[in-house]
């Protein structure tokens, strides 16, 4: 069923598109399943499950950390990770720089901006992200990429709204692309879009989706990790 979930799914891509399957609270069994069945992209949200898996898992996974970053955390995924997509203050990707500089990596990041209702999530407000102040310490890194942003749309079931938040992500990104970013040609990924609401993240311009429910199927919340 992985496999057949996964087919469908990149069949329904457009081309410049990708899929990251999000395997957390899922066994390593799952994630090889979806691996042979040529799944390269895993999205992990617990610093310690993804530390614990990474070793039993074939080393050509590009791993990608997609839960809410804290600085402590770090060292249980940052030698091998190849993007954490929740960077969500100047603190925290001062906290990747260093981490990233003790292990002699450079490390690619997405900006999380935060455009939804819910004042639970996460991110940069976009007046943040436009003033350009804000910005100075990326003139400063050395082992961290910034590669995009990323960002969730409300948690609605009014379509309208998951809309106008994805649009508003992706004019964020056109945004810092024109300006800041302009001429860096690793700049260029928009990470939107889950499993009940990737076909709109999609049309609204939406370069990378993660999907776990859709993939693999429900998940056991009591087996959570932190």
């Given at each position: 069923m992985i496999a057949e979930n996964i087919a469908s799914i990149k069949a329904s891509l457009p081309a410049g598109v990708r899929l990251i399957a999000v395997s957390k609270l899922k066994p390593v069994e799952d994630i090889r399943e979806a691996y042979n069945a040529g799944q390269r992209l895993f999205g992990e949200n617990y610093a310690t499950?993804?530390?614990?898996?990474?070793?039993?898992?074939?080393?050509?996974?590009e791993w990608?950390?997609?839960?809410?970053?804290?600085?402590?955390q770090l060292k249980y995924y940052i030698p091998f990770v190849s993007m954490i997509h929740g960077v969500d203050s100047i603190e925290h990707l001062e906290e990747v720089e260093k981490a990233a500089a003790?292990?002699?990596?450079?490390?690619?990041?997405?900006?999380?901006?935060?455009?939804?209702?819910?004042?639970?999530?996460f991110g940069f407000l976009p007046e943040e992200l436009d003033n350009l102040d804000n910005l100075v310490f990326l003139e400063k890194l050395e082992h961290t990429r910034v590669c995009g942003v990323m960002g969730m749309a409300s948690h609605t079931e009014d379509e309208g709204r998951v809309?106008?938040?994805?649009?508003?992500?992706?004019?964020?990104f056109d945004r810092l692309?024109?300006?800041?970013f302009a001429g860096c040609p690793e700049f260029k990924e928009v990470s939107m879009g889950m499993s009940h609401d990737w076909?709109?993240?999609?049309?609204?311009?939406?370069?990378?989706?993660r999907l776990g429910t859709s993939i693999f199927g429900p998940r056991d919340y009591s087996k959570k990790q932190l």
């Open positions: 499950e993804l530390r614990d898996k990474h070793p039993q898992l074939p080393n050509d996974i990608h950390f997609i839960g809410h970053l804290q600085g402590k003790k292990v002699g990596r450079t490390i690619d990041v997405l900006l999380q901006v935060h455009v939804a209702q819910e004042e639970t999530k809309r106008v938040d994805f649009r508003a992500i992706r004019a964020i692309k024109a300006g800041p076909r709109i993240a999609v049309e609204e311009g939406s370069t990378l989706v």
